[in-house]
């Protein structure tokens, strides 16, 4: 199974990458299933059911959030309905989304897809670790494979959980630090892992806002209005296989383009 990982999307410029670079793609690396991290596609903060759709029609299969899934209040009916968009599955019940998504693919197999978040420099939400460990027995029985977002800012807590879940998940992609990392492996058990698969957007920016504008909040304190920046787009993200008889990951490969 051949697995690609859009980085977190951010505003329009991430969308017009995504749309001009993922039919290629997909085709180059024989894609199976695309997966993106969508919480920033909206105007650098939020999702809404427009730039969903966007990313759909160019190809992406599931889409994954954060804790920044919420922030445009249009987009609330919509997660209801919207069965590939996926909120956090250690937030509280109420809060609304999906807790996952299981994609079947043409040859019958089935990966089971969550995001998680963290919670060290986080916002409030259950324990990831905790989460995971209830969830797995349904979704082993719903599914072949099983592929983690795990949205968080600590170093540390990714890597102790890439390691805590290794041989019980199938991937663990680290995602909302903006920045790859360049410590893409196999884990002992199978598992594939990345602590940040960076992302998709503008790159002369800081972590995809006008520098300008944090420059400035960052020499004086005054509060600023924040931009999704425009210049410097770069595709960030992850390509993954994994043996079909086995699930243990095979390759893991950064992604890094520039436009």
Not at 28 to 44: H, P, Q, R, W, Y
Not at 84 to 112: C, D, E, M, S
Not at 158 to 172: I, P, S
Request: glycine fraction near 8%.
């Amino acid at each position: 199974m051949n697995i690609l990982f859009i980085a977190d999307i951010f505003g329009r410029p991430g969308r017009q990458i995504v749309k001009s670079i993922l039919p290629g793609l997909l085709s180059e690396l024989a894609v199976d299933v695309c997966i993106a991290n969508c919480e920033n596609s909206a105007a650098g903060l939020g999702v809404t059911e427009k730039t969903a759709d966007e990313l759909f029609n160019a190809g992406v299969d599931v889409l994954t959030g954060g804790n920044h899934l919420w922030d445009k209040k249009e987009v609330l009916q919509y997660l209801t309905i919207e069965k590939r968009i996926l909120k956090p599955a250690n937030y509280p019940p109420r809060a609304l989304g999906n807790h996952y998504f299981v994609k079947t693919l043409p040859n019958r197999q089935k990966l089971a897809i969550l995001t998680l978040c963290g919670q060290a420099f986080m916002g409030p939400a259950n324990s990831p670790f905790l989460v995971l460990e209830e969830m797995l027995p349904e979704l082993s029985q719903l599914s072949d494979y099983i592929f983690v977002d795990f949205h968080a800012e600590a170093t540390a807590e990714k890597r102790a959980f890439g390691l805590y879940f290794d041989g019980k998940v199938n991937a663990v992609i680290g995602t909302h630090t903006h920045i790859q990392t360049a410590d893409e492996e196999i884990l002992p058990g199978g598992t594939a892992y990345i602590t940040d698969a960076g992302m998709t957007g503008p790159h002369d920016s800081v972590i995809g806002i006008r520098k300008e504008i944090i420059f400035e909040k960052t020499l004086t304190g005054m509060p600023s209005k924040y931009e999704v920046a425009e210049d410097g787009k770069q595709f960030n993200g992850v390509f993954i296989t994994l043996d079909e008889h086995t699930g243990r990951a095979t390759e893991i490969k950064r992604l890094r383009k520039k436009l």
